[in-house]
T-cell receptor, first 113, second 114 residues
Framework: GESVGLHLPTLSVQEGDNSIINCAYSNSASDYFIWYKQESGKGPQFIIDIRSNMDKRQGQRVTVLLNKTVKHLSLQIAATQPGDSAVYFCAEIWNSGYSTLTFGKGTMLLVSP | DAGVTQSPTHLIKTRGQQVTLRCSPKSGHDTVSWYQQALGQGPQFIFQYYEEEERQRGNFPDRFSGHQFPNYSSELNVNALLLGDSALYLC?????????????FGPGTRLTVT
C-alpha cells in the first residue's frame, strides 16, 4: 500500500499499552479540531473532534485533550491494538462554516503484538 | 452506500504535461474539497467546490483548477506539471450544511511526475 509515513515522528508501543500522540497547532483563532487516522493506501479517517470551548472529549478508547494556552492537542488511545498502527494527524479549522482543514505534521504509531 | 471514490488510483506524467483527476462524493454530499499530500506530510487544502463554484482556495497557483458537475462529482486539473506536483491527491466530501466531522476522504490518486 501507499506509505504516508516517510520521515514522520514515530511512536512505538506494545499491544495493550496506552498511547499518547501530541500535536501543536498553529492558529490561536482556530475553533474546531479533529484527529484523523491514515492507514497505508487510504485517505484520512475521522477519529474524534473537539471544539475550542472544551478541554477534553472522550470517545470509544480515545480521548482528546486541548490546551489552548500553549496551542496543544493530544490524542490518548487506551489499550492500543495492532489495528491502531497508522499515521495520526491533528487538523484545525479556522472557520467551522467552511470545513477547511489545516493539518499538522503527523505521527506514525507502530503497535507490536 | 459507496463512500468517496477517486480515479485513477495511480498516474505517471511527464513535466509540462496536464493531468485531470476525478472524484465522486459520498451519497448525499454536495460539497467537494481537494487536498495535496506530499510524502511524509499532512494534506494541504487546494480548493473547495459547492454548487459548481469554487468557494474557497488555498495557497496554490493558478495551474491548479477544478470543476464541479451538476451531479456533485468533481475534477482537479493541473497544468504545466512540475516535479514538485508529485503527491497523493485527496478528495473529501461533506454536506454543505454539515459539520466538519461529516467530511469523508477518498483513498486518493497518487500522481508521479517524472
Amino acid at each position: 500500500g501507499e506509505s504516508v509515513g516517510l520521515h514522520l515522528p514515530t511512536l512505538s508501543v506494545q499491544e495493550g499499552d496506552n498511547s499518547i500522540i501530541n500535536c501543536a497547532y498553529s492558529n490561536s483563532a482556530s475553533d474546531y479540531f479533529i484527529w484523523y487516522k491514515q492507514e497505508s493506501g487510504k485517505g484520512p479517517q475521522f477519529i474524534i473532534d473537539i471544539r475550542s470551548n472544551m478541554d477534553k472529549r472522550q470517545g470509544q478508547r480515545v480521548t482528546v485533550l486541548l490546551n489552548k494556552t500553549v496551542k496543544h492537542l493530544s490524542l490518548q488511545i487506551a489499550a492500543t491494538q495492532p489495528g491502531d498502527s497508522a499515521v495520526y494527524f491533528c487538523a484545525e479549522i479556522w472557520n467551522s462554516g467552511y470545513s477547511t482543514l489545516t493539518f499538522g505534521k503527523g505521527t506514525m504509531l507502530l503497535v507490536s503484538p | 452506500d459507496a463512500g468517496v471514490t477517486q480515479s485513477p488510483t495511480h498516474l505517471i506524467k511527464t513535466r509540462g504535461q496536464q493531468v485531470t483527476l476525478r472524484c465522486s462524493p459520498k451519497s448525499g454530499h454536495d460539497t467537494v474539497s481537494w487536498y495535496q499530500q506530499a510524502l511524509g506530510q499532512g494534506p494541504q487544502f487546494i480548493f473547495q467546490y459547492y454548487e459548481e463554484e469554487e468557494r474557497q482556495r488555498g495557497n496554490f497557483p493558478d495551474r491548479f483548477s477544478g470543476h464541479q458537475f451538476p451531479n456533485y462529482s468533481s475534477e482537479l486539473n493541473v497544468n504545466a506539471l512540475l516535479l514538485g506536483d508529485s503527491a497523493l491527491y485527496l478528495c473529501a466530501s461533506t454536506p454543505w450544511a454539515g459539520g466538519p466531522n461529516e467530511q469523508y476522504f477518498g483513498p486518493g490518486t497518487r500522481l508521479t511526475v517524472t
